[in-house]
């Protein structure tokens, strides 16, 4: 890759066009707004979208943009409304976009359609599981295609409730914006024996973690290439590091732990109901964490949904949102949360050591006297597995490669 592509402004500005404006982005979880009238604003490309569910109980994405004078119509970033008012001239809609009042509509004359003036709506949506995305593009690539084969790892999430169903709180995000470019963020097996070897050498002394991806640090290292743990590149840009064969071994261990409490008896018993004991046994082995990072903007890590918010070439907000299980006793949600605050939250030990190397990684592309970046670790040793991922070691640059060719195919493509 050439370094440019993280700093040039007009490299940032096509990928805007190219990408984020063509292709499927991550919108929000459909747990953030559960009742009619919820709304929550996000940001799709360069687009502010009001999210909001109608009275019909359908997620609505909105454009959030007065048909009159361009005005924004909703200033609050969550909320509930049956109605949103332009603050500048006073024109109204409703939670599907309709535009219900116009203030001295007598003025536009007979030709004036109210039905015609609705708020732009996000031409397309996708649900998988109760994670929405969205596409501003009318026309390509269908929302099945996109997911491709990722959908067992979005099941791994899901499932490790035992009702199937997880609740995301739009007030509980932790909000990280650092000084560089929005591709750095990746699947990375390479980095964690360098980047976070103080935070890993203090989880190995701490008594329990289960019921958190942190658990698995303490029975054997899952980012050595000699463990079962892979890095794996899918269709579409999509990649992941996978600890499915290095934590399933341990599916004893993680139940003996949590059957210590109550409430972890009860889990373990609901998990075991609702899908079998093989089934059960394999999610609470593997912590509900696909560590999956669907191109360009999701990432399913550990107890979290993160999305990448691009603002400039070496600007980028980074949300992060706890995910909590529904069926399952508050402790189990409770000690998940603690989990994710130890590694990713505001005073945690983790997020801040990943955004400092961001940081210096944009600094040091600006001297680009030699400006290629070499991403070829693990080419050797791929293997191509029966769903059409590309698998290998877990250090190895596959999720970079897999990322930077989907990168490389939207921007050039006609």
């Known amino acids: 890759m050439h370094s440019s592509i993280f700093t040039d402004e007009q490299i940032f500005q096509d990928e805007m066009e190219r990408i984020f404006h063509r292709s499927w982005l991550f919108a929000l979880h459909e747990s953030e707004i559960p009742r009619f009238g919820d709304f929550k604003l996000i940001q799709l490309g360069r687009y502010p979208v009001i999210a909001t569910r109608d009275e019909d109980g359908e997620v609505r994405l909105l454009i959030n ?73 009318r026309e390509g690539m269908s929302f099945d295609e996109y997911l491709g084969p990722t959908k067992p790892l979005i099941d791994m999430i899901v499932d490790s409730s035992p009702t199937g169903e997880l609740e995301v709180r739009p ?29 890993f050498k203090i ?6 973690t289960t019921g958190s991806a942190v658990g698995a640090l303490q029975l054997e290292d899952p980012f050595d290439d000699s463990s079962q743990s892979r890095t794996r590149g899918f269709p579409n840009g999509h990649a992941c590091l996978d600890f499915r064969e290095q934590r ?57 949904i993160r999305v990448v918010v691009p603002i400039s070439p070496d600007k980028t907000e980074v949300l992060m949102y706890p995910v909590f299980l529904k069926g399952v006793a508050p402790g189990i949600n409770a000690k998940r949360l603690r989990a994710h605050e130890a590694f990713y939250g505001p005073a945690a030990a983790g997020s801040p050591d990943d955004a400092e190397i961001f940081e210096r990684t944009q600094r040091g592309l600006l001297g680009d006297a030699d400006p290629w970046i070499l991403l070829s670790r ?15 070691c877990i ?20």
């Open 65 to 137: 943009r007065c048909r009159h004078r361009g005005a924004q119509v909703c200033e609050a970033s969550r909320g509930n409304a049956k109605r949103f008012q332009c603050w500048y001239h006073g024109w109204t809609y409703d939670t599907k976009g309709d535009l219900v009042g116009v203030t001295g509509q007598e003025a536009y004359g007979d030709e004036f359609k109210p039905e015609e003036n609705a708020l732009t709506r996000v031409p397309r949506i996708g649900n998988y599981r109760g994670f929405v995305f969205a596409s501003l593009a």
């Open 171 to 199: 007030g509980v995000v932790n909000k990280t914006m650092y000084r560089g470019n929005w591709k750095q963020i990746g699947m990375d097996g390479y980095h964690p024996h360098y980047v976070h070897m103080s935070v």
């Open 395 to 414: 250090s190895d640059e596959i999720t970079q490669r897999a990322q930077m060719q989907e990168w490389k195919r939207l921007m050039t493509a006609r």
């Open 248 to 304: 399933r071994p341990h599916a004893a261990k993680a139940i003996e732990e949590l059957e210590r409490s109550e409430e972890g008896r009860q889990y373990v018993a609901d998990m075991i109901a609702a899908y079998g004991r093989e089934r059960a046994e394999e999610l609470i082995a593997w912590h509900g964490d696909p560590h999956l990072g669907m191109f360009p903007n999701l990432q399913l890590i550990h107890d979290h």
């Open 378 to 392: 693990g080419t050797g040793r791929e293997q191509v597995d029966a769903d059409g991922s590309v698998a290998a």
């Open 203 to 208: 989880f190995s002394k701490r008594e329990s």
